[in-house]
């Protein structure tokens, strides 16, 4: 299992010969793999983690005011505008929104959690859909880095 024993054996836990969290690329850094394939619809795994008041890297929303801090699993899911799974936050379930092949990343919409993210960063996801710059649902650009052509793209009625 990829949890540590404190969290007890839910056999839909991840396994280590299911997932692993690799280095990616210097982009993004780790991300999970799954060494086998799921079906759309699928349930992939149970999260679990600790629950904490503040928003880190590797948490998830759980509440406005709490979160899951994963850094065994969850934490480690890579973000993509056109993402391949769903969290439930409440069962704390993940789930395949179409066909995963083996040897994929997982790829979650980082909104579909979170009202503010740790930290806003330009996506590089390469979908049609994608935003281009990537914030919590509830959030307006920080203003920190902005790609150079977001402004001109809202301007024109692009994103």
Not at 27 to 43: D, L, P, Q, S
Not at 117 to 125: D, E, N, V, Y
Not at 132 to 141: A, S
Not at 142 to 147: H, L, V
Request: hydrophobic share 40%; net charge negative.
């Amino acid at each position: 299992m990829l949890y540590p024993d404190l969290f007890g054996k839910d056999p839909l836990f991840p396994k280590n010969s299911d997932f692993a969290v690799v280095f990616k690329d210097d982009a993004v850094g780790r991300g999970v793999m799954t060494y086998r394939g799921f079906n759309k619809g699928e349930v992939i795994a149970r999260m679990a983690g600790h629950v904490v008041h503040d928003i880190r890297q590797h948490t998830l929303q759980l509440s406005p005011d709490t979160h899951l801090y994963d850094p065994y699993f969850s934490g480690f899911f890579l973000h993509s505008c056109s993402p391949n799974i769903s969290l439930n936050m409440v069962d704390l379930i993940v789930v395949a929104l179409r066909d995963i092949p083996a040897n994929n990343y997982l790829y979650m919409d980082y909104a579909e959690t979170e009202d503010v993210l740790f930290k806003q960063f330009p996506c590089s996801c390469g979908a049609d859909c994608c935003r281009g710059w990537i914030t919590g649902r509830k959030e307006m650009i920080s203003g920190e880095i902005i790609p150079p052509d977001y402004l001109a793209q809202l301007n024109q009625g692009l994103r």
